[in-house]
């Protein structure tokens, strides 16, 4: 893979995050592993003038944020000032603040989403999803996730598929890209594995997921941002980045 399309999601540093001093830190740390943009995420407070600016000085691209859910049903606004300071077209509604759990709580989720959607797009931004397992759950013939994207229109919500959970509510990742051909700018690679009998994250290269097949996929889907996430790492999160950016750019064409 190219080291251009890859990206750090710095939830996974969320720990080296907590004030603008280990935001500075942090993104000199990320920078030198070899990463040329980050997904900003997990942040603690930081006004966006500072961000953008410690951005700038370590030659970072913000490819995308996650914003709270409630913030960009609620705020709209708010949230397309932050990505315009940031020069960022892309965000995700990163975790259902609904609580669905019946095919009426997706479908009224779904046009909030819509709504949301609308208003970002006008402002030239671009909302996307981020799944977990939650949305896997089935109500009726389909799942959460399918009500989630039928019931929305495509120009204004998007998918960032996110590869562990897809596979851990049952679903196929790869199948996942296919559907939603020209409707997922970003793709979070996380990879899923088993360890001692029970499933765990791990680094890119470790578990069950094959790669090569989602990222191919994945680029005829019009995927532009692979970004690497990992929830909970077993070793120190700065080497689990590196070994998973390593992996890619070896063993990924």
Known sequence: MNRSEIAAQLYTLREHLKTPEDIAKTLKKVKKLGFNAVQVSGTGPIEPKELKKILDGEGLICC??????????????????????LNCKYTAYPYPHTKPKCKKDFHDLAMLLNRAGKLLNEAGKILCYHNHGIEFQRCGKRTGLDIIYDETEPRYLRGELDTYW????????????????????LLHLKEYGIVDNQVKMLEIGSGVLNWKKIVKTARKAGTKWFIIEQDVCEIDPFDSLKISLEYLIKEVD
């Open 64 to 85: 995308a944020t996650h914003e709270p859910g409630a913030d960009i049903i609620d705020n709209p606004k708010a949230v397309i000032e932050k990505l315009d300071i």
């Open 166 to 185: 897809v596979q851990y509510g049952g679903g196929c990742p790869e199948k996942w890209c296919k559907k939603l051909k020209k409707r997922l700018p």
